[in-house]
C-alpha cells in the first residue's frame, strides 16, 4: 500500500478520534527491506523511519542520511548493553528501554556524549516471557527510577500478543503513562494502527503496509 494511502488513513483515524492532524508520527519500519524500497519512500519526502537491528541501521542509515537530510530515526527493536553507545550515536529516539542495566548504562553515555536520544519504556502488557519490555506491574517504579537517572523519558511503547484483542493492551499502555504524566505512546503496527490512534497512540510503527511483505 502506497506511503499516501497509510498517511490518509491516519489522517482519518484522527480525525474520527477527535485529535488534532498531524498529532500521530508515522514511523515506516524499513528492517529487511531491500534499499530501493526505503529510498522510494525517502524520495517522497518520508523523513521517520524505525529499525530493529542497531547492526542492520548502521549498515545502510549513515549513507541514507547523508543523501536525505532531515532523517529521524528511531530504535524499535531490543538493545544490549555493549551496543548501547552505537545505539544513541544512530538514533534519535530509542524505543526500547526495559530493564535498570540498560537505564544506566545509557544516563552513563549520556554524560559523556552529552546528548541523549528521546526514550521509551517498553512495556510487555501481555506479560509473555519471550517477549521485552518491563511488567506493567514494574512499570512505575523504572519509569521513576529512568527519571532520576536523568533520561528523557518521552512515553511508553508496546507490542501486543499477536494472538489477543490489541486494543486491551493499547488502553493499558495509555493508562500507565497518563498515570505517570507521560505524552508519548508508541504503539500500533500495520495491522492495527488505527485502532492504537483511537486509543492516543503519538507514534505508529508501520512496516510490511507500507514496504510490502518482508523477505527474511
Ligand atoms: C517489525 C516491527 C513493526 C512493524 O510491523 P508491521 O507489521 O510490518 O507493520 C512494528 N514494531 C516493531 C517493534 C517491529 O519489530
Known amino acids: 500500500m ?47 523511519f524505525g529499525e530493529n537491528k542497531v547492526q542492520e541501521a548502521a549498515g545502510k542509515w549513515p549513507d541514507f542520511r547523508a543523501q536525505f537530510p532531515g532523517v529521524d530515526l528511531h530504535l524499535i527493536g531490543p538493545l544490549q548493553t555493549n ?35 528521546d526514550l521509551f519504556v517498553q512495556v510487555n502488557t501481555g506479560e509473555e516471557p519471550q517477549k521485552a519490555g ?10 521513576a527510577e529512568c527519571r532520576e537517572l536523568d533520561l528523557p523519558v518521552r512515553g511508553l511503547m508496546c507490542i501486543p500478543p499477536v494472538d489477543e484483542e490489541a486494543s486491551l493492551h ?6 500507565i503513562a497518563a498515570r505517570n504524566g507521560l ?10 494502527f488505527e485502532k492504537a490512534i483511537a486509543l492516543g497512540a503519538t507514534h505508529v510503527r508501520v512496516g510490511s503496509a ?6 527474511y
Do not use: W, Y
Open 2 to 48: 502506497p506511503l499516501d494511502d497509510i498517511k490518509s488513513r491516519i489522517a482519518k483515524a484522527e480525525e474520527k478520534a477527535g485529535r488534532a492532524p498531524g498529532s500521530v508520527q508515522l514511523i515506516a519500519v524499513s528492517k529487511v527491506q531491500p534499499n530501493e524500497r526505503v529510498a522510494a519512500v525517502l524520495e517522497q519526502g518520508h523523513r521517520c
Open 83 to 117: 551496543k548501547a553507545r552505537q545505539a544513541m550515536e544512530l538514533f534519535d529516539s530509542i524505543h526500547s528501554v526495559d530493564r535498570p542495566k540498560l537505564a544506566k548504562t545509557l544516563a552513563r553515555l549520556a554524560q559523556e556524549l552529552g546528548k541523549c536520544p
Open 183 to 192: 505524552d508519548g505512546l508508541s504503539m500500533g503496527m500495520s495491522s492495527d
Open 170 to 175: 493499547f488502553a493499558l499502555l495509555a493508562k
Open 134 to 143: 518491563v511488567l506493567p506491574a514494574e512499570a512505575d517504579a523504572f519509569i
Open 210 to 215: 507500507i514496504f510490502g511483505e518482508r523477505s
